[in-house]
């Protein structure tokens, strides 16, 4: 432990860290140089044989965090759904660091993990569900959530593998996921023994909405030839292209079917926060289990992944497990130890940051940040288009996806990496490629920030016709 002096220095320079970065992150570059050899070279300093005076190594993170990250809380970061941290946030971190709740056993952390199933219930009524068969987990992100859904899908269909495992399972179980689905559950399939050929990848229409049809024909078939189905996955908000899929038609087959309905609403079930937007979802108080990510678009720092379920005793059976070395004080209490629901065993609080910044901003204070950035999209459409750029998803939700109207061979991705490249390094905002359905190459820009102003908006559109004209001209 240092002395009180000298902890009462270093807590200084880090809360001015912290506010120093909020107000001065804007004017920096977004993106840091990319050399290892450098960043490999600075940490030699630090063999732990001499120890160091700690504000000196404090400000050795301070400065090299600064030079050497993307600024993902830049308001020109148009990137992969990262936000810039709510300042509730923060505070609800650093105090989680100093009185380091442990979350494994409810008597252990009392408060924290109330405050947890306080925030799920209440985030899932959002979603329609009804509070008094809401449960669910906080998790690392959507990756942890969605394994956990598909845990829980197991469990429900094939009770007995939670002991004999889905290898000693009678046929090969199978779910479904489109092709713009993220690729969480392909790792998930591997996680739980089930393997990437169980994922099926169902092919989406024009609008990049999984395939109704397409969907109901493959089940057939995966039917008649013994496979068995167990899970269907619709995305509220794919990673690519900020699409929909059709949650309500999508869990009529999954009732049809009478497979466990998830809906990965990692970053689009903010929607569910505005009334306006919240019609979007509809069909999401259908599914069997959500996800939803808190440190997507509730902006809290990461990992902030939340899984919810309408089945009240489906993490119990799924996670359930006995330990003659846990506490017991909590006995009889009627109350859960968050490791016996959940992936995870000892672990942090992870809600705290979500309440926190919801008990400060509000719903409404939610709303309107995500209104901001939704107008924000609906102006860089706009600007793309005026621009000489084509936009070609349809998404009501702040992400475009665009190619070069002008380009006259049209859209190559080997084109347009050289743009975002040049955008990237030319450090003045972050954006990407992708490719739609798995073959349209296509600039993906995301309004993920609640900081990004219509000036932010213009600034990435010139850099874009300047990076496009860099590289035309070096054709
Ligand atoms: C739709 C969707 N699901 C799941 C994930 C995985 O979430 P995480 O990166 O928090 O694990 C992402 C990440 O961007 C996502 O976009």
């Given at each position: 432990m240092l002395e009180p002096e000298v902890r009462a220095q270093l807590w200084q320079r880090v809360t001015e860290a912290i506010e120093d970065y909020a107000k001065k992150v804007e004017s920096h570059r977004v993106t840091p140089e990319l050399e290892p050899a450098k960043i490999r070279a600075l940490l030699q300093r630090f063999d732990f044989q001499v120890p160091v005076d700690p504000r000196e190594a404090i400000d050795f993170a301070v400065e090299n965090l600064w030079r050497y990250q993307?600024?993902?809380?830049?308001?020109?970061?148009?990137?992969?759904?990262?936000p810039a941290p709510t300042t509730m946030g923060i505070a609800a971190d650093t105090l989680v660091a100093a009185f380091n709740p442990q979350l494994a056993a409810w008597s252990h952390s009392p408060l924290a993990v109330e405050i947890e199933q306080h925030v799920v219930r209440l985030l899932g009524s959002r979603f329609g569900y009804d509070p008094a068969h809401t449960d669910g987990t906080f998790a690392s992100g959507g990756m942890e959530a969605n394994h956990t859904a598909v845990l829980t899908a197991l469990t429900q269909t094939f009770p007995e593998s939670a002991h004999c495992g889905v290898r000693a399972l009678a046929a090969q179980p199978v779910l479904y996921v489109s092709t713009e689905a993220h690729h969480s559950f392909h790792k998930a399939a591997r996680l739980c023994g089930l393997g990437t050929d169980a994922v099926r990848e169902i092919a989406v229409g024009e609008d990049l909405q999984m395939d109704a049809d397409a969907l109901a024909s493959r089940l057939a078939q995966d039917r008649r030839e013994g496979f068995a189905p167990f899970m269907v996955v619709a995305t509220a908000g794919t990673t690519n292209s900020g699409v929909i899929d059709s949650l309500a038609a999508i869990a009529q087959i999954a009732a049809r079917e009478k497979l466990w309905f998830h809906v990965d609403a990692a970053w689009g079930g903010a929607a569910a926060l505005v009334p306006e937007l919240r019609p979007l979802l509809a069909g999401v108080e259908r599914a069997d289990s959500i996800t939803f990510d808190a440190h997507k678009w509730l902006s809290v720092p990461m990992g902030a992944g939340i899984y919810l379920t309408r089945h009240r005793d489906i993490l119990d059976r799924t996670f359930r497990t006995t330990a003659a070395y846990m506490p017991r004080e909590a006995a009889g209490l009627d109350v859960v130890d968050p490791c016996m629901h959940s992936i995870q065993w000892s672990r942090r609080s992870i809600g705290l940051k979500v309440f926190l910044s919801l008990a400060v901003a509000g719903w409404e204070g939610y709303a309107a940040a995500i209104r901001q950035m939704v107008a924000m999209g609906t102006l860089l459409r706009g600007e793309l288009e005026a621009s000489g750029w084509e936009v070609v998803n349809k998404t009501p939700l702040p992400l475009c996806c665009f190619v070069d109207r002008e380009h006259p061979e049209g859209p190559s991705a080997a084109y347009l990496d050289r743009i975002a490249l040049k955008v990237v390094s030319s450090g003045k905002a972050w954006i990407s490629t992708t490719r739609l359905g798995g073959s349209t190459p296509v600039l993906r820009a995301c309004i993920t920030n609640y900081r990004t102003q219509p000036e932010d908006v213009s600034a990435l559109v010139a850099a874009l016709d300047w990076a496009r004209q860099q590289v035309r001209a070096s054709q």
């Open positions: 993307t600024h993902t809380p830049h308001p020109r970061y148009y990137g992969l759904f990262n």
